[in-house]
């Protein structure tokens, strides 16, 4: 089977960097995803990384070490906007289309 | 932007019942997909869809379920029977490819299904 883990809340601050966490065991890896979901709406997308390192993207930065099946989505400079579920989702499988498996997603709460 | 549209935003229907959920996709994208979310939990894959049949399913996916690419734009989730487990919002995305660099998936806003 496949699992993903991701702590399942945060809060930090307006104005600062929080990082959040996700380790994933898969029967394959095709590249691990990160979506935004506030409340009552649609998944967006934020990132992908299918290689290790770090990519960076305006204020959001994701991770990837594939050894250690660990990835980290980083936010600096919170905004009250920011406030949202933030999903880990990977696709293990090297053929076919992206059937992306998720976590169970991290609600991140930003306060004043 | 172009994006994911679905139809209807909230259904009531009774146990038993048949209902039928619809999405337009990008226009050009190639690769569609159906995922459902039960409140408080995560995204669940449902089924992907390329090439006008199926290109993987979940365990979820069973007999009750169907899809269908029935004209040039629309894609559709039928579920036959519903069951009260049946409800959840239902989203259907859609991708340019694969892979990891265009499979990026655009979801749509979602269908509710409550099942009474």
């Known amino acids: 089977g496949q699992n993903i883990d991701q702590p399942t809340e945060m809060t930090a601050t307006e104005g600062a960097i929080v990082q959040i966490n996700c380790t994933y065991q898969t029967s394959g890896f095709n590249g691990l995803f990160w979506y935004q979901q506030h409340a009552g709406e649609a998944p967006t997308f934020l990132s992908y990384n299918v290689l290790d390192g770090l990519e960076e993207k305006g204020r959001f930065s994701s991770f990837l070490s594939r050894s250690k099946g660990y990835s980290y989505l980083l936010l600096k400079e919170l905004q009250m906007k920011d406030s949202a579920s933030y999903l880990c989702?990977?696709?293990?499988?090297?053929?076919?289309?992206?059937?992306?498996?998720f976590g169970t997603g991290t609600r991140l709460t930003v306060i004043p | 932007e172009p994006e994911v549209t679905q139809t209807p935003s909230h259904q009531v229907t009774q146990m038993g019942q048949e209902v039928i959920l619809r999405c337009v996709p990008i226009s050009n994208h190639l690769y569609f997909y159906w995922y459902r979310q039960i409140l408080g939990q995560k995204v669940e894959f449902l089924v992907s869809?390329?090439?006008?049949?199926?290109?993987?399913k979940s365990e979820i996916f069973d007999d009750q379920f169907s899809v269908e690419r029935p004209d040039g734009s629309n894609f559709t989730l039928k579920i036959r029977s519903t069951k009260l487990e049946d409800s959840a919002m239902y989203f259907c995305?859609?991708?340019?490819?694969?892979?990891?660099?265009?499979?990026?998936?655009?979801f749509g806003e979602g269908s509710r299904l409550t099942v009474l």
């Open positions: 869809f390329y090439n006008n049949e199926i290109s993987e």
């Open positions: 995305a859609s991708s340019v490819g694969q892979g990891a660099r265009t499979g990026e998936l655009f």
């Open positions: 989702a990977v696709d293990p499988d090297q053929t076919g289309a992206n059937n992306l498996f």
